[in-house]
């Protein structure tokens, strides 16, 4: 079964909304999660790392104001995509990585996002 | 830095045939590298990774890919392909020793007809 869920599934809203999806490690602790990107037939394009009690770390040319996210326990880091606008509409995914060395990245379903 | 490249945007392949889905990475160090499943709107199942080791690994599904130092390959191959087999398949590398930060490849469309 799961290991990373990931809510909601799908979003549609107006421009301006800003909309909160939740990424969630069911059993066990992840002290980092990581936020992708993807465009409709691409590839996914890694936002941000998610850090449990610190600032995230975000890739170059993503907008941290825009972008906000937050690692509050060890099983939920948030993205909230502030003031949406249809450029924003997109597939985000997280992924966390079980505790341990060389431990691979477990996906949640991702979240389909449309804006208005 | 680290770079995938997938040569193959689709790759269509009748039932039962046989696949090879390419992958070729660059980097200036060691690296993980990874093979993952997309279905429509869901996320990435991990199908294989390479580590360290055997450079032929197996999935539970019949997949399998080899890593090639020498011509920094990671090539994912099923000898006989089913319906169901029909996703989006992605390569991902990591810097050894870090398994966080994936970098993907563009994505390899396997459409699988009957």
């Known amino acids: 079964g799961a290991v990373v869920s990931q809510h909601p599934s799908r979003v549609i809203c107006k421009s301006g909304t800003s909309v909160k999806i939740e990424c969630r490690s069911l059993?066990?602790?992840?002290?980092?999660m990581f936020w992708y990107r993807q465009f409709p037939k691409q590839s996914l394009m890694l936002m941000a790392t998610s850090n449990e009690g610190s600032k995230a770390t975000y890739e170059q040319g993503v907008e941290k104001d825009k972008f906000l996210i937050n690692h509050a326990s060890l099983t939920l880091s948030t993205l909230t995509v502030t003031s949406a606008h249809p450029e924003d509409s997109s597939f985000y995914i997280c992924?966390?990585?079980?505790?341990?060395?060389?431990?691979?990245?477990?996906f949640g379903d991702g979240t389909r996002l449309s804006i208005l | 830095a680290q770079s995938v490249t997938q040569l193959d945007s689709q790759v269509p392949v009748f039932e039962e045939a046989p696949v090879e889905l390419r992958c070729n990475y660059s980097s200036s160090v060691s690296v993980y590298l990874f093979w993952y499943v997309q279905y429509p709107n869901q996320g990435l199942q991990l199908l294989l990774k390479?580590?360290?080791?055997?450079?032929l690994v197996k999935s539970i599904n019949g997949f399998e890919a080899e890593f090639n130092k020498s011509q920094t390959s990671f090539h994912l191959r099923k000898p006989s392909v089913h319906i169901s087999d029909t996703a989006e398949y992605f390569c991902?590398?990591?810097?050894?020793?870090?398994?966080?930060?994936?970098?993907f490849g563009q994505g390899t469309t396997l459409q699988v007809k009957p």
């Open positions: 390479y580590l360290s080791g055997s450079t």
């Open positions: 059993d066990f602790q992840a002290t980092t």
């Open positions: 991902a590398v990591s810097v050894s020793g870090n398994t966080g930060k994936l970098i």
């Open positions: 992924s966390a990585p079980r505790p341990g060395s060389n431990q691979p990245q477990h």
